[in-house]
């Protein structure tokens, strides 16, 4: 089972999470590309630390929003997302490669993330662009979705992420960061739920009903208080049920 978070998200003198902490955590690595969070010296420092410590880079690429985090939901045309996905994977690819890395995966961040579960027109731009600038490059994303659905269609790799601390509604999607309890903070139940869904590949949503999920991947938030505890104890509670840890790209 791959274990990811999202790193490298501080900008200039602002810091997000303890990404130092989290590098030696992860398999995988979600790192911003400078659109909903990131700048190049935290993407040098951030591909780096991968490189070093053999984690794997994926980029985390996102809508043009740093002051809202990517987690704003922006209407664009085809050919803007089209261009502002292939602007970050090749700013990111770029860094990497010259610090010995490369990028091997993608995964949307943020409201883009949530947007292609269901929005056919944005799924195509993104999977587009992705398919333009690497025809082999591994996606990852939700169950489901029209990411997903599209990425294969078009002769992507695949892989499927569950999140071990946010809330899940009964449809398999996750519960909207605005309401109330969707995100998880108690270590004890994130690192059962962690180990039921590697074990079982199965989530309980917040009505009680059980969600087939089947992840290739599970996903810590770095951004989340007390993520370097957690995270610490997921992977605690992973090999303890006997779980290998690697990457899956």
């Not at 690429?61 to 045309?77: E, P, Q």
């Not at 056919?120 to 587009?128: F, G, I, L």
């Not at 903070?185 to 869904?197: T, W």
Request: net charge negative; with cysteine; hydrophobic share 45%.
């Amino acid at each position: 089972m791959d274990l990811n978070a999202d790193l490298g998200e501080s900008f200039g003198s602002w810091t997000m999470g303890d990404d130092a902490a989290m590098f030696p955590l992860v398999t995988s690595a979600n790192v911003a590309c400078g659109f909903h969070a990131g700048d190049p010296v935290t993407m040098l420092d951030s591909c780096r630390a991968a490189f070093e410590l053999d984690v794997t880079v994926g980029a985390h690429v996102g809508y043009r929003d740093l002051a809202g985090f990517g987690r704003r939901s922006l209407d664009m045309s085809f050919d803007e997302l089209f261009g502002d996905v292939l602007y970050q994977l090749g700013a990111l690819d770029g860094v990497a490669h010259a610090v010995g890395a490369s990028v091997d995966y993608v995964k949307p961040h943020g409201a883009l993330y949530n947007r292609l579960v269901h929005d056919e027109e944005q799924a195509s731009a993104v999977v587009a662009a992705i398919q333009a600038y690497d025809p082999g490059l591994p996606i990852l994303g939700l169950p489901g979705s029209q990411l997903l659905v599209q990425a294969r269609e078009a002769g992507h790799p695949v892989f499927v992420e569950a999140f071990v601390d946010r809330a899940y509604q009964a449809d398999g999607t996750l519960v909207p960061r605005s309401h109330e309890g969707a995100v998880l903070h108690e270590v004890g139940p994130i690192v059962e739920r962690a180990v039921r869904l590697a074990t079982k590949g199965e989530v309980v949503a917040v009505d009680g009903t059980v969600v087939q999920v089947r992840p290739d991947s599970l996903c810590i938030h770095g951004d989340t208080p007390g993520a370097v505890e957690m995270a610490t104890a997921v992977r605690a509670g992973l090999e303890a049920a006997g779980v290998e840890l690697e990457s899956f790209a």
